[in-house]
């Protein structure tokens, strides 16, 4: 006998914060939820990042909905006006709802396939009335098939780091050189870290707020370790807006890091390359040297950290017909509000199942992964989007049109230059400029934004 499709689940891949709020709002609305997380605990991704501080405070990254859940079990509500790390996020939050959550939460399952039930990409014919299917691999290597109602993709890009290739491939040699790279911010409390790049020269490669706090963190460990020096690589110029917003910015914390950062450059501790777009790596004995595309190289490094971004694996939702943005990999609908190539880091609009929707209807990205390519996630969006996806799926389609949320300016100008137009960045104060070497200084903060905030 089939199942009413109103009775099977939503399923929601990911308990990372958004896709916990997720079965938090479904819960909220009488709609039963099944969340799958690869990982063995409640935000796996997070905790791969526990010693990075956000820049949003607790009032910002607490879901209203998912409190509602936490109150009745005595959870104490962390202060809402300071800054936790991922590991404070993960363990004083995020694993206390997947704990009230109980069983509607699965661990070690990972979704290797979502599809229509008896139809794969091509067939149109009786494919609305179909439910999802939803493939799985368990911890032992057992597969299964999950039959849903809707799916909720909330499981972001942490897995999928952009190279270090300026074209947006890996640079030729990058993956040859993997035991000398990486794509995460380092967590310098740990020995084996810290030895890592403890009286060492390393390349760190981007200009987003991960950068900003991984020469943050090298910066001070050049002021303990003598010999322990930063190159900065930025494949844009220099301009008003590379240092995030400051002042202006109505987020504090973020505002405050690009200004440490931009006060550690003044001070002059660490070289910077500008304009260089990565092609190659190149071996200079037991050091790497990165050789830009118009044949520039920098100083030989003894490591590379980079920290360019992230992308979406779209690689199991190969059977749905999602309808994403050619450049973003984001929402057709959503893709204008928060492309790079327009602004930087600017308003982004809240936003909800409207912008979110897909020619095939039930199945959604959110969090991270919904922006695609594209920087500058907050987890309050996040929260929102999945508050109008679960209205919609309750079929209250004024709550799902309604916004419910006005999202910080972070007082950044302009388009982003994506690529380097140094004489017109220079004329319209945009963010970009000549090329230039700059020096890296001591005394920037060790917090910074994480993937998910």
Same mark, same amino acid.
């Given at each position: 006998?089939?199942? @009413?499709?109103? $009775?099977?689940?939503? &399923?929601?891949?990911?308990?990372?914060?958004?896709?916990?709020?997720?079965?938090?709002? #479904?819960?909220?609305?009488?709609?039963?939820?099944?969340? /799958?997380?690869?990982?063995?605990?409640?935000?796996?991704?997070?905790?791969?990042?526990?010693?990075?501080?956000?820049?949003?405070?607790?009032? $910002?990254?607490?879901?209203?909905?998912?409190?509602?859940?936490?109150? @009745?079990?005595?959870? &104490?509500?962390?202060?809402?006006?300071?800054?936790?790390?991922?590991?404070?996020?993960?363990?004083?939050?995020?694993?206390?709802?997947?704990?009230? #959550?109980?069983?509607?939460?699965?661990?070690?399952?990972?979704?290797?396939?979502?599809?229509?039930?008896?139809?794969? +990409?091509?067939?149109?014919?009786?494919?609305?009335? !179909?439910?999802?299917?939803?493939?799985?691999?368990?911890?032992?290597?057992?597969?299964?098939?999950?039959?849903?109602?809707?799916?909720?993709?909330?499981?972001?890009?942490?897995?999928?780091?952009?190279?270090?290739?300026?074209?947006?491939?890996?640079?030729?040699?990058?993956?040859?050189?993997?035991?000398?790279?990486?794509?995460?911010?380092?967590?310098?409390?740990?020995?084996?870290?810290?030895? +890592?790049?403890?009286?060492?020269?390393?390349?760190? *490669?981007?200009?987003?707020?991960?950068?900003?706090?991984?020469?943050?963190?090298?910066?001070?460990?050049?002021? !303990?370790?003598?010999?322990?020096?930063?190159?900065?690589?930025?494949?844009?110029?220099?301009?008003?807006?590379?240092?995030?917003?400051?002042?202006?910015?109505?987020?504090?914390?973020?505002?405050?890091?690009?200004?440490?950062?931009?006060?550690?450059?003044?001070?002059?501790?660490?070289?910077?390359?500008?304009?260089?777009?990565?092609?190659?790596? !190149?071996?200079?004995? =037991?050091?790497?040297?990165? *050789?830009?595309?118009?044949?520039?190289?920098?100083?030989?490094?003894?490591?590379?950290?980079?920290?360019?971004?992230? +992308?979406?694996?779209?690689?199991?939702?190969?059977?749905?017909?999602?309808? /994403?943005? =050619?450049?973003?990999?984001?929402?057709?609908? /959503?893709?204008?509000?928060?492309?790079?190539?327009?602004?930087?880091?600017?308003?982004?609009?809240?936003?909800?199942? %409207? $912008?979110?929707?897909?020619?095939?209807? %039930?199945?959604?990205?959110? %969090?991270?992964?919904?922006?695609?390519?594209?920087?500058?996630?907050?987890a309050m969006t996040g929260y929102e989007q999945t508050r109008s996806i679960a209205a919609a799926l309750a079929g209250d389609r004024e709550?799902?049109?309604?916004?419910?949320?006005?999202?910080?300016?972070?007082?950044?100008?302009?388009?982003?230059?994506?690529?380097?137009?140094?004489?017109?960045? !220079?004329?319209?104060?945009?963010?970009?400029?000549?090329?230039?070497? /700059?020096?890296?200084?001591? %005394?920037?903060?060790?917090?910074?934004?994480?993937?998910?905030?």
């Amino acid at each position: 006998m089939t199942t @009413p499709a109103t $009775e099977l689940p939503v &399923v929601v891949i990911g308990a990372g914060p958004v896709g916990l709020a997720a079965a938090a709002h #479904l819960i909220d609305r009488g709609l039963d939820p099944l969340v /799958l997380e690869a990982g063995p605990a409640a935000g796996s991704a997070v905790r791969e990042w526990s010693h990075v501080r956000l820049f949003s405070t607790w009032g $910002e990254v607490i879901d209203p909905s998912a409190e509602k859940l936490l109150a @009745p079990t005595g959870w &104490v509500r962390p202060d809402a006006a300071t800054y936790p790390t991922g590991g404070d996020w993960a363990e004083l939050y995020l694993q206390p709802l997947a704990d009230v #959550l109980g069983d509607k939460v699965r661990y070690t399952t990972t979704v290797t396939g979502v599809a229509k039930a008896g139809r794969d +990409r091509v067939v149109d014919s009786g494919r609305d009335e !179909q439910p999802f299917t939803v493939h799985v691999r368990t911890a032992d290597g057992g597969e299964e098939r999950i039959t849903a109602r809707a799916v909720i993709d909330a499981s972001g890009t942490w897995t999928a780091p952009n190279p270090l290739g300026g074209d947006g491939l890996p640079a030729l040699g990058e993956k040859g050189a993997a035991d000398r790279i990486s794509y995460r911010v380092p967590d310098l409390r740990d020995s084996a870290v810290r030895a +890592r790049y403890a009286g060492r020269r390393t390349a760190v *490669v981007g200009s987003g707020a991960s950068a900003f706090t991984a020469l943050a963190a090298l910066a001070d460990l050049a002021i !303990q370790e003598p010999g322990t020096h930063a190159l900065w690589v930025l494949r844009r110029g220099i301009g008003a807006g590379t240092f995030g917003g400051g002042e202006a910015d109505q987020l504090p914390a973020r505002g405050a890091l690009g200004l440490a950062a931009k006060a550690a450059v003044e001070a002059g501790h660490a070289g910077a390359v500008t304009g260089f777009r990565t092609a190659a790596v !190149q071996r200079n004995g =037991e050091r790497l040297v990165l *050789v830009a595309d118009d044949g520039r190289t920098t100083e030989p490094v003894d490591e590379v950290i980079v920290l360019t971004g992230f +992308r979406p694996d779209l690689s199991f939702l190969s059977e749905v017909r999602l309808g /994403l943005d =050619e450049r973003l990999q984001a929402p057709l609908a /959503l893709a204008p509000l928060i492309d790079p190539n327009v602004h930087s880091c600017g308003t982004v609009y809240p936003h909800g199942e %409207g $912008e979110l929707s897909h020619p095939e209807q %039930g199945v959604y990205l959110v %969090g991270m992964k919904s922006y695609g390519r594209a920087p500058t996630f907050l987890a309050m969006t996040g929260y929102e989007q999945t508050r109008s996806i679960a209205a919609a799926l309750a079929g209250d389609r004024e709550a799902a049109e309604r916004v419910e949320l006005v999202l910080p300016e972070t007082g950044v100008c302009g388009g982003s230059g994506l690529f380097d137009e140094p004489d017109a960045a !220079q004329a319209s104060g945009g963010c970009c400029a000549a090329p230039a070497t /700059l020096q890296i200084g001591i %005394g920037a903060p060790t917090s910074g934004c994480s993937p998910d905030c």
